[in-house]
Nanobody
Framework: QVYLIESGGGLVQAGGSLRLSCAAN????????MGWFRQAPGKEREFVAA????????LLSDSMKGRFTISRDNAKNTVYLQMNSLKPEDTAVYYC????????????????WGQGTQVTVSS
């Protein structure tokens, strides 16, 4: 059984920063990709960023380039999402997803999902 444990969410003022972590338990990932998605109230889940375990190649949503960075620590089986210059429209539940065979923006390509961590950005 694979468990993805997200942490690092919280309340922050606009312009502030947060770093989300996603620790994968139950399996060591050395191939494929991990991703971050987010879902705001009343909206569909949207892609944020993804990273390949082996190469470290990344894919970011255009709207987040320059503000968000995804990274991984293979030894810790953990993926991070550094979020800077946060805006109120970044408020959402952020989900970690695992085991896509490629860098993908599609939720259907990911096998495992975390429970989500709330990020709230106040104006």
């Amino acid at each position: 059984q694979v468990y993805l444990i997200e942490s690092g969410g919280g309340l922050v003022q606009a312009g502030g920063s947060l770093r989300l972590s996603c620790a994968a338990n139950g399996r060591t990932f050395s191939s494929g990709a991990m991703g971050w998605f987010r879902q705001a109230p009343g909206k569909e889940r949207e892609f944020v960023a993804a990273i390949r375990w082996s190469s470290g190649y990344t894919l970011l949503s255009d709207s987040m380039k320059g503000r968000f960075t995804i990274s991984r620590d293979n030894a810790k089986n953990t993926v991070y999402l550094q979020m800077n210059s946060l805006k109120p429209e970044d408020t959402a539940v952020y989900y970690c997803a695992a085991d896509s065979k490629r860098l993908s923006t599609r939720t259907s390509d990911y096998e495992y999902w975390g429970q989500g961590t709330q990020v709230t950005v106040s104006s």
